[in-house]
């Protein structure tokens, strides 16, 4: 008996508007519907896959494999030498008049989504600016990725996808790997005079990775943590979702006001700061707060993060000790990440803990996560070891410092003078600080019609403090960028403060202390 060359026809293939939809989906899912509509009624043969792939203009393997799914969820027979049956219909939905209940989000991650919402001036627009493959100056969360040595970088990747380093394709420790630990413990010491073994050091993916770790291991649901107000808008959501109450502690010219912190919640159970490069403001927390922040840590038992990003660039001398060096009590863990110094999609970075705690945070670390990327571990710590590191930080500090004097000339030829310069010895950014009638808001929407682009001050403030201005990156952009961006924020500031001036004056409070931070940035 001669087998028949094609069986039942079917309808077209139902192809997806989406290129994220594979063939083999496409596939799978006309069957099926064909399946669920009777088109395919039990009993019937299906032409071949070869047969279908030349009507759908699909390769065969993706039919193959649709076949396949469906022969194991049972709607289709494949037998060998015959054809390809179906065997069932499936059983029809009993439809309820019971109304449905769909559960919303949790408020946590409603939380989440409306900051991030108010940080980018869109409420419907939540896909952060950073992740932006061509930065627009003058974003200040930009990457310098324009200096990196791609070139070596890539030669330190095949090698560590070399024969040699087969095992290393296997899991790894959960703390990281020996060598990228050891490496991290020499460059902390040479960039921030810390004092710490490479037991101490954990290599993990990400600094809000360190974070979450650091409330699973150390903070109970309910404790106060201390957090600089303005700061990083996503860190008050991530404290949240773990349950702790965060306390807004405002920054001066000095740093962290460690007396407002105490009055605010003296039995906090952490505090959380960037003591040198502080986002947004850019100001240091000098050696009088520093040691203040100590005492209190030691008279209530809190614990201290030290935040460490970019600090290996910041400008205006050398870079004061880590609170980690300070320590005589155990009770500070600095944090910090790779990426901002290398490229962002590294997705590498660290955390320095107490040498009490370091059993523990191993265990917790690989039950959250196991491991980092082996390859990246063996790359990186090569990078370090071979000296290829200090030779990129030198090439950065050389580079962001040409253009944090550009921007400072620029703003000094564009933008008048009353709006406040803060401190520059950030590394990459800076804070343009306007009066209250000039919002900043309105601002930053008015520089994105023209190409330029930068963080509105008043976004980072979770507390009810009207800070106003702009938070502006030159670390990513040439001179020339600089230049042409700063033309653009001085001609809206002007044109803005012209069209206050004619309306009828508002009562509305200047910013807290924009003249104090202007004592420590730049003269104009």
């Not at 710590?381 to 253009?403: C, K």
Request: hydrophobic content about 45%; charged content about 20%.
């Amino acid at each position: 008996m001669v087998k028949q060359a094609a069986g039942v026809l079917i309808q077209p293939l139902v192809r997806s508007a989406s290129e994220r939809v594979s063939r083999r989906l496409q596939v799978y899912q006309t069957v099926l519907d064909a399946i669920h509509r009777a088109v395919l009624m039990p009993g019937a043969r299906l032409p071949s896959a070869r047969q279908l792939a030349t009507d759908w203009g699909v390769a065969r393997g993706a039919v193959d494999e649709a076949f396949a799914q469906l022969q194991v969820e049972g709607y289709l027979e494949r037998r060998v030498g015959d054809g390809t049956y179906v065997t069932r219909r499936p059983q029809p939905i009993v439809q309820s008049n019971a109304p449905r209940v769909l559960r919303p989000p949790s408020q946590s991650a409603q939380q989440v989504l409306n900051r991030f919402s108010v940080y980018l001036g869109k409420p419907k627009q939540v896909e952060l600016p950073h992740v932006l493959l061509t930065p627009v100056p003058l974003f200040p969360r930009a990457p310098m990725i324009e200096q990196f040595p791609l070139a070596t970088w890539r030669r330190l990747m095949m090698r560590a996808l070399s024969e040699e380093y087969r095992p290393h394709l296997s899991y790894g420790a959960a703390g990281g790997l020996p060598a990228l630990r050891e490496a991290i413990s020499r460059h902390l010491s040479l960039t921030r005079a810390t004092m710490c073994s490479p037991e101490q050091v954990l290599v993990l993916n990400s600094p809000m990775q360190a974070i979450e770790l650091i409330g699973r291991v150390l903070l109970e649901p309910g404790d106060k943590v201390w957090l600089e107000d303005p700061g990083h808008a996503s860190l008050v959501s991530l404290f949240q979702v773990l349950h702790a109450k965060v306390v807004g502690v405002p920054l001066d010219a000095r740093g962290l006001d460690v007396a407002a912190g105490r009055r605010a919640a003296p039995d906090a159970a952490a505090v959380y700061l960037h003591p040198l490069t502080q986002f947004p403001l850019g100001v240091r927390t000098d050696s009088a707060r520093r040691a203040e922040l100590l005492q209190w840590a030691d008279e209530s038992g809190a614990w201290i993060i030290d935040g460490n990003f970019n600090d290996e660039i910041a400008h205006d001398g050398a870079a004061p000790v880590s609170f980690q060096a300070m320590d005589r009590s155990d009770r500070v863990l600095l944090m910090g990440t790779l990426e901002g110094i290398m490229f962002p999609s590294l997705r590498l970075a660290y955390l320095v803990v107490p040498e009490r705690l370091v059993e523990v945070f191993v265990a917790m670390r690989g039950l959250l996560g196991d491991h980092s990327n082996a390859s990246l571990q063996i790359a990186m710590a090569a990078f370090i070891d071979e000296g290829h590191m200090s030779n990129h930080l030198r090439l950065l500090r050389q580079v962001s410092r040409e253009r944090r004097d550009a921007f400072v000339a620029a703003v000094k030829r564009h933008v008048p003078e009353w709006a406040l310069l803060g401190p520059t010895s950030a590394g990459t950014h800076a804070c343009l600080h306007l009066p209250p009638e000039v919002g900043d808001m309105e601002v930053m929407r008015r520089i994105r019609e023209h190409g330029v682009m930068a963080i509105a001050l008043s976004s980072t403030c979770w507390n009810p403090r009207p800070w106003n201005g702009l938070v502006l990156g030159y670390g990513a952009f040439t001179p020339s960028a600089i230049e042409q961006a700063m033309r653009v924020i001085g001609r809206v500031l002007r044109d803005m403060k012209r069209t206050a001036s004619a309306a009828p004056p508002k009562p509305v409070p200047a910013a807290p202390g924009a003249k104090a931070y202007q004592a420590k940035g730049e003269k104009r």
